[in-house]
T-cell receptor
Framework: DTGVSQDPRHKITKRGQNVTFRCDPI?????LYWYRQTLGQGPEFLTY????????KSRLLSDRFSAERPKGSFSTLEIQRTEQGDSAMYLC????????????FGPGTRLTVT | AQSVTQPDIHITVSEGASLELRCNYS??????LFWYVQSPGQGLQLLLK??????LVQGIKGFEAEFKRSQSSFNLRKPSVHWSDAAEYFC????????????FGPGTSLSVIP
């Protein structure tokens, strides 16, 4: 068990560019979550996958955001036409169904939009 | 819908002193409750969790928390704080929905004076 990993750890991009983040969950976990965390705030739920199915998206997830988990293993989060307001830490977590919500978090990807 | 409040934005304690971090939740049924800790540059680490049964739960690093249904609270305590406990602490509430959605509080930042 190597834990949840995220890549890259840091990303600096110019406004208007597209960015993609990757999350590799704990191997046997079938649930995967994306959160966004801004300075001084707790993580805010963005979206959730069970296996390869994306089952819920937050209102925070505008049309510029898209997430995939094509084979039910790793997941990607893409932000198109980035805006300065997208600057935040993007956290990924995974869990095992039936484990009562206990989620394991990755180290996060810090996005800075200039 | 669930919600979490953490009344204290920032707390400073002396090393060796006792600690209590407050958490209040709102949820219509019996909640799942969690405390996570986030050190600078690190992902969130689960300290402890409450699902059912004994209302006093023990966690890692010498932390404990007590669930009080009448007060809708789940306060985190530690009898003697160490300098390495300086971090951001997040209380979270989960619901027994189809995907165990977890809502985080805004966090309490803990500073420890040597």
């Amino acid at each position: 068990d190597t834990g949840v990993s995220q890549d890259p750890r840091h990303k600096i991009t110019k406004r208007g560019q597209n960015v993609t983040f990757r999350c590799d969950p704990i191997s046997e976990h079938n649930r995967l979550y994306w959160y966004r965390q801004t300075l001084g705030q707790g993580p805010e739920f963005l979206t959730y996958f069970q296996n390869e199915a994306q089952l819920e998206k937050s209102r925070l997830l505008s049309d510029r955001f898209s997430a995939e988990r094509p084979k039910g293993s790793f997941s990607t989060l893409e932000i198109q036409r980035t805006e300065q307001g997208d600057s935040a830490m993007y956290l990924c977590a995974s869990s095992l169904a039936g484990n009562s919500g206990e989620q394991y978090f990755g180290p996060g990807t810090r996005l800075t939009v200039t | 819908a669930q919600s979490v409040t953490q009344p204290d934005i920032h707390i400073t304690v002396s090393e060796g002193a006792s600690l209590e971090l407050r958490c209040n939740y709102s949820y219509g049924a019996t909640p799942y409750l969690f405390w996570y800790v986030q050190s600078p540059g690190q992902g969130l680490q689960l300290l402890l969790k409450y699902f059912s049964g004994d209302t006093l739960v023990q966690g890692i690093k010498g932390f404990e928390a007590e669930f009080k249904r009448s007060q809708s609270s789940f306060n985190l305590r530690k009898p003697s704080v160490h300098w390495s406990d300086a971090a951001e602490y997040f209380c979270a509430v989960g619901a027994s929905t189809s995907y165990d959605k977890v809502i985080f509080g805004p966090g309490t930042s803990l500073s420890v004076i040597p």
